[in-house]
């Protein structure tokens, strides 16, 4: 009672959601700088049960943002370091560590072991991975991705709500998509976000009605900016049959369909330094992060298609344009790759 008093008093906990806490447990899949704020909160906060899955061992690289680890767990491997660090927080808590790489061949007996799969990895084929698991064993999924200043946060898979790939349905392995460890991150970044991912999982295992299923916030740390979209909506028909789940994936547009817009234009938004580039007097540049504050170089009068290397950041450029200036927007559902090629054809 003593060491968590401050939490118990708090109406939306009490002594029951303390229980709650105790009795619960959660996987983290990836121990870096989304996993260590996660490690450190959950503990903290009285979690059971926490898993830990990685097979990196921790580099001095790591020490600006990993935030459990210290100088002298250099070379140390990670989930051993972490497991340590959680019992100096709170000895009473379960910790079962992994020291292996999250894969097919165990990842279906690793989900099914814990209630709540926290996604700290950086690694994209990773996070379609836990996707698919935890649809396929109706467990949850709390969501977090980050890129230079900015992050995204979201809750899928949670009570008959979207899953990953319900907004981003696929990707090309080939696409050339970047990590923290290609272009960099502000130190603060996966700290705020993997901070906000605990607090998820908490108010799930605490039964909060406002859980980010079926929302995705963008966060950028350099315009103190914080967006909350929705993605799902509920429709019901005058039957009042199945609920209907409508996605960011709406105004998607694949090659094979693109002869259907008239006075279009294409706005790749990758960074400058992202390949392979491509040169054509109806191609704009204009990064992600640049896209707001520069919309007003776009035509218009114009269909915009926006177009990156995967699909991801034009589904989110679409909806934040369209929702911000009212203009008919697109996604290019193909990558950058794909897209040289169609215009190569042309």
């Known amino acids: 009672m003593e060491r968590y008093i401050k939490q118990i008093k708090l109406d939306l906990l009490g002594e029951v959601g303390q229980e709650k806490l105790f009795k619960s447990n959660v996987l983290i899949v990836g121990c870096g700088g989304l996993g260590s704020p996660v490690v450190d909160y959950l503990s903290r906060a009285g979690v059971g049960k926490i898993g830990i899955i990685d097979y990196d061992k921790v580099e001095i690289s790591n020490l600006h943002r990993q935030s459990i680890f210290f100088e002298k767990d250099v070379g140390i491997k990670k989930v051993i370091s972490a497991k340590k660090y959680i019992k100096k927080v709170n000895s009473k808590i379960k910790v079962d560590i992994y020291d292996q790489s999250f894969g097919e061949k165990n990842a279906s007996d690793l989900v099914s072991r814990y209630k709540i799969i926290v996604d700290c990895t950086d690694d994209i084929s990773t996070r379609y991975l836990i996707c698919d698991i935890t649809k396929k ?72 009605d406002e859980v980010l299923s079926g929302k995705i916030m963008i966060i950028d740390l350099l315009k103190n900016e914080f967006k909350l979209l929705n993605i799902t909506e509920k429709i019901s028909n005058k039957s009042n049959d199945k609920t209907s789940l409508m996605s960011l994936n709406k105004n998607s547009i694949s090659l094979d369909t ?32 640049s896209i707001e504050n ?53």
């Open 137 to 208: 064993l109706n467990k949850i999924h709390v969501y977090a991705a980050l890129h230079k200043n900015q992050g995204q946060l979201s809750v899928f898979n949670y009570q008959n709500g979207p899953n990953y790939r319900f907004i981003f349905p696929s990707f090309n392995e080939s696409s050339n998509i970047l990590n923290c460890n290609d272009v960099g991150v502000l130190g603060t970044l996966p700290g705020i976000l993997g901070i906000l991912q605990a607090n998820e999982v908490i108010k799930i295992i605490l039964g909060q």
């Open 258 to 289: 693109i002869h259907n817009i008239k006075r279009k234009i294409f706005v790749d938004l990758r960074n400058f330094d992202e390949k392979p580039r491509i040169n054509n007097k109806k191609v704009l540049t204009i990064p992600l992060d």
């Open 294 to 346: 520069k919309f007003n170089n776009i035509s218009k009068n114009k269909n915009i298609i926006f177009f990156c290397a995967s699909g991801k950041r034009s589904l989110i450029a679409s909806q934040i344009i369209k929702k911000k200036f009212n203009v008919k927007t697109y996604s290019l559902n193909e990558g950058a790759d794909k897209f040289k090629l169609w215009l190569n054809e042309k």
